[in-house]
């Protein structure tokens, strides 16, 4: 993965007209469109456009060029070139880069929204001035942006690998085995644990892959592989509906190409050539 987008917790920095702006109303991104492409508007076009919004939070940078998330506090009458997109959608439609940022900026607005007073004692909180977190001004008690590890696994089994289709999935998509790490677990045991409860079956020689944001609403996706040890597929029934294995020349439906899910596919079909 070519990530240059340097994520960055500096809280005083102020935008500039050029600084790219993630701008979010009712949880969808606008994107500017230029010559048939999606792009992620600077705050020059922010201001032409008369959007309102009270707070901004510095997400990092892109090529040394700054980028900022608001959320707009009014309706919007948006020219043709512009459009309120869901963050999904756009995954095959941004550059890695973009997408990255913008959805950075969805879970930073997302953990400003949801963590506007105290869990421990109700009174409302505060930016920190010098980190990206919120801090009670009444009992110190200090809040981060919220992150749930969950595991990704392409179990393989010779030239063949598991494809799962959850009862989630749209398009009768199949995908790979994925779930939330539990409190106290390690990366490895989560592996195990949710290929063998949804699955039925036992895997051995697990591989750290790669890893990558999801956020959707604030996961971080952590993918492995992992060998066939023992057992019969049994779907669990209420989140996988069928599965199956398949050779890199019968796939069916697959995820789409930004996806760590579709990175670990790829990366099978290349081990197997």
């Known amino acids: 993965m070519n990530n240059n987008f340097k994520i960055s917790s500096d809280t005083l920095k102020r935008s500039k007209g050029s600084d790219l702006c993630c701008m979010f109303y009712k949880q969808n991104l606008l994107v500017k469109k230029e010559e048939n492409i999606f792009v992620i508007p600077t705050f020059n076009d922010i201001k032409l456009l008369d959007i309102h919004y009270q707070t901004e939070f510095f997400l990092g940078s892109i090529e040394k060029k700054s980028c900022f998330a608001i959320e707009s506090t009014s309706e919007l009458n948006l020219p043709i070139n512009f459009n309120l997109m869901d963050l999904y959608d756009l995954g095959s439609l941004l550059d890695e880069q973009s997408f990255l940022i913008s959805g950075r900026a969805s879970q930073i607005l997302n953990w400003d ?87 039925g079956i036992k895997v051995k020689n697990i591989e750290y892959y790669r890893s990558s944001p999801w956020p959707f609403p604030n996961s971080l996706m952590i993918g492995f592989f992992a060998e066939y040890e023992s057992g019969h597929i049994k779907v669990d029934g209420s989140e996988i509906k069928q599965a199956s294995w398949f050779t890199k020349d019968n796939f069916p439906n697959i995820p789409k190409k930004f996806t760590i899910a579709r990175s670990l596919i790829n990366e099978f079909s290349k081990r197997n050539q």
């Open 113 to 199: 929204k949801t963590h506007r007073f105290c869990s421990k004692c109700g009174s409302k909180t505060e930016n920190k001035k010098d980190e990206m977190a919120k801090i009670c001004p009444n009992c110190n008690h200090i809040m981060y942006p919220v992150i749930c590890p969950a595991i990704i696994v392409a179990v393989t089994k010779g030239d063949k690998i598991l494809l799962a289709h959850n009862n989630g999935f749209k398009d009768n998509m199949y995908g790979l085995i994925a779930g939330f790490v539990e409190a106290g677990e390690d990366l490895n045991s989560a592996v195990k644990r949710e290929i063998f409860e949804e699955i």
